[in-house]
């Protein structure tokens, strides 16, 4: 016998959860929508080298799943999907009009060690904005964001959304913090996992790179300070952060502003953004997303600049626990049509058939059982209604409606049956 | 510069072909759902080794995009659903209430020579009933496939459902065309291929394979007889086939039986049906299925039973061409609010808030340009009104409502303005 796991950090979705992820990801899809964004699709093939020249080293060395076909071309499951929009936009950047929203619904592939939050196989949310450097997009962006979480039944007491600015935390590395040139990258890493770490640990990483103790202490100050820093930013760093002009204006309340936000995708060129949970229980980063201002250099000459965001549905339905706002599974029918001998499985066709006319889901069985076993199937399935098929009744072509939710029953025409059904329905 | 194709035998889907798939699926998944099927999920990566085993020759050895972890594992994209469902069924067989309805939506891949119905990565409706041998079963599946092709726009004139029996087959060579034992599997094999082949060249093949002439006329003759053959069976092969079960009963305008439907797939054990377009230009087969006696007997020792069938994109996607029946791509938007200035960009995203709040999709401009460019580009993306935010008129809360199909405008207070944009969307 072979075992019946899924491979090692894979899921299957037996019907109750795969209706949660729909329900969760179809409330997303409508909200966006809202905002006029239009799905799309990949494949999960693609060639190795666009990831290998892109998603960073870790990924590329570490966890790729890769693989040569038949013919001998280096082929990679898609460990992410800005790589593979990229490739789309600008393959057909001639025929689409820029800028565009876009949204898709991928799974992704990274050979990791599994844990909380982390499986190798992942669905995920991607929106994108493609075509424009214009800060009008971040406010969308965000807005997007507070749309999707309000959706879902998130208030704002349960996350918030940290936004960063490359740019500008160079300029505070350079010009405020006075950090050497060659130390610049290096530091930036260390931001990156700047409230992960304990300070001292940081401090003697930063001091084996080359940085001093009291340069490191300003550092730290520096980056306290919160907003405070930015008046001390030269004034073009000022003007050309979209954050910075956001922070003055109708918009100002979607975020927080924090220097500390890094990501570690090489893309991002200014805007870095992180949504956290801030429930004790679960505080950590649920998804982010940046801006940006050249997505498809591999592909094509023509600079075209973009922001965006992929949210995962490993990290977000714990969120959602967390917080009690999984949604229930769907019930699998309305009705369960039953006959109460086998001459009258063909009747209860007929009457399943009349019922799905006015889209109203219904089963019949498949094998014969008695009414009391065939009711507690219907009740387990979920079904409201049982519609009996009984021999005597049936001359008359009329069945017995019994709604399962309230012990109530009537003898009713099939005619009249779809109808009457719909309004108990309706009455809840 | 990277190329911007896809892999070879993979497609992008931009977003107007994304709404035509969804769609077509989205239809297609509300007719299985309203015969009570549910929708389930799993990976696309499995252990290589159970298609080796079961998926037969073709598909294992010259097939699979197989592939080995940094752990060793050996791997592969699934190139159908049965093996992975069946794992999955097995795996939870204690905790299902059998018979159980599931469906699914997935992404296959085959190495294969991309040509015109077949691509290397495909998209696929399965549906199954897993857990009765009952005719109910073979009725009911037939009845789905009515209900999606019905759902799909598809009239009776533009395809059939043709379906044989293995079982019944085996004892039409066995007991009426009298084929020696050890050559009735080479027999089904040439059967498969009995209407793509000229006649000559079958006749040649059964010779060499040790068939004579006068045998192979005989069982030609015996196959065109159609329907005619089954009162020379033995009984109990007769009584024991569901579709002869089914050729007396109210089910049998479902399907026409064809003895030379024998499908590839080797855990098919009776019933096997394929449907196909019946128009000239496209007289091929669409999809098909069938019925398996011990699905999981790679994973469990308990036995279980299943019928159903999977139905890809590509060949379904053609059919439609052929029928005119393609859905045309859904707009992006229901409308754009325009603000004709970059200082009305706040009042532009509130007009839009307050229009999303009634579900209604909307987008704003990214970027300012000129009204007329900007409604230019509303009018390009579908969108059936324009909401204008003038200066003088935001002074009191009003704003343009303009109906892009009729060119009729009017004036309008904000709040008023969702109920009134979705009485004249509804009024067409």
Same mark, same amino acid.
């Given at each position: 016998m072979l075992p019946t796991t899924p491979y090692r950090g894979t899921r299957d979705f037996l019907p109750p959860e795969m209706s949660v992820r729909q329900q969760i990801f179809g409330t997303m899809f409508d909200a966006v929508e809202r905002y006029g964004y239009t799905r799309y699709d990949g494949p999960i093939l693609e060639s190795a080298e666009i990831y290998e020249a892109k998603s960073g080293q870790e990924?590329?060395?570490?966890?790729?799943?890769?693989?040569?076909?038949?013919?001998?071309?280096?082929?990679?499951?898609?460990?992410?999907?800005?790589?593979?929009?990229?490739?789309?936009?600008?393959?057909?950047?001639?025929?689409?009009?820029?800028?565009?929203?876009?949204?898709?619904?991928?799974?992704c592939h990274r050979y990791e060690r599994p844990q909380r939050g982390r499986l190798r196989e992942h669905w995920q949310l991607n929106v994108d904005i493609f075509g424009s450097d214009n800060v009008a997009c971040e406010i969308e962006i965000f807005e997007v964001i507070h749309e999707v979480m309000s959706s879902l039944g998130a208030t704002r007491d349960m996350w918030v959304l940290r936004a960063g600015?490359?740019?500008?935390?160079?300029?505070? $590395? =350079?010009?405020? +913090?006075?950090?050497?040139?060659?130390?610049? &990258? /290096?530091?930036?890493? %260390?931001?990156?996992?700047?409230?992960?770490?304990?300070?001292?640990? $940081? =401090?003697?990483? +930063?001091?084996?790179?080359?940085?001093?103790? &009291? /340069?490191?202490?300003? %550092?730290?100050?520096?980056?306290?300070?919160?907003?405070?820093?930015?008046? =001390?930013?030269?004034?073009?760093?000022?003007?050309?952060?979209?954050?910075?002009?956001?922070?003055?204006?109708?918009?100002?309340?979607?975020?927080?502003?924090?220097p500390l936000i890094v990501r570690g995708l090489q893309y991002y060129t200014s805007t870095v953004f992180e949504v956290f949970d801030l429930s004790p229980e679960n505080n950590r980063s649920l998804f982010g997303g940046g801006r940006y201002s050249d997505l498809a250099g591999l592909f094509t000459t023509q600079r075209i600049p973009g922001i965006g965001f992929g949210m995962g549905d490993v990290t977000l339905a714990d969120f959602l626990e967390t917080h009690g706002l999984l949604p229930e599974p769907r019930t699998q029918v309305d009705a369960a049509v039953i006959p109460v001998t086998e001459e009258l499985f063909p009747?209860?066709?007929?009457?399943?058939?009349?019922?799905?006319?006015?889209?109203?889901?219904?089963?019949?069985?498949?094998?014969?059982?008695?009414?009391?076993?065939?009711?507690?199937?219907?009740?387990?399935?979920?079904?409201?209604?049982?519609?009996?098929?009984?021999?005597?009744?049936?001359?008359?072509?009329?069945?017995?409606?019994?709604?399962?939710?309230?012990?109530?029953?009537?003898?009713?025409?099939?005619?009249?049956?779809?109808?009457?059904?719909?309004?108990?329905?309706?009455?809840?």
């Open positions: 990924i590329a060395d570490q966890q790729l799943y890769s693989l040569t076909d038949r013919g001998g071309r280096r082929l990679a499951l898609r460990p992410e999907m800005t790589p593979s929009v990229a490739r789309m936009i600008a393959g057909n950047v001639n025929s689409l009009q820029l800028p565009v929203r876009w949204y898709s619904h991928v799974n600015d490359r740019a500008v935390l160079d300029s505070i $590395l =350079r010009d405020v +913090a006075k950090i050497p040139q060659d130390l610049v &990258p /290096r530091t930036m890493s %260390l931001i990156d996992r700047w409230e992960k770490m304990p300070r001292e640990k $940081l =401090r003697a990483e +930063a001091e084996e790179f080359g940085m001093e103790g &009291p /340069r490191f202490d300003e %550092l730290a100050e520096i980056l306290a300070s919160g907003s405070e820093v930015l008046s =001390r930013l030269p004034e073009d760093v000022r003007e050309g952060s979209p954050l910075v002009q956001m922070m003055d204006g109708d918009a100002k309340d979607l975020f927080v502003f924090d009747a209860a066709r007929e009457v399943a058939w009349l019922l799905r006319q006015s889209s109203v889901r219904v089963s019949t069985p498949l094998e014969l059982r008695k009414l009391g076993k065939e009711l507690t199937r219907a009740d387990r399935s979920g079904a409201r209604f049982a519609v009996i098929v009984g021999d005597e009744e049936w001359q008359d072509r009329r069945v017995v409606l019994r709604d399962l939710a309230h012990q109530q029953q009537e003898l009713i025409a099939i005619e009249e049956l779809p109808a009457r059904l719909i309004t108990l329905h309706h009455e809840a």
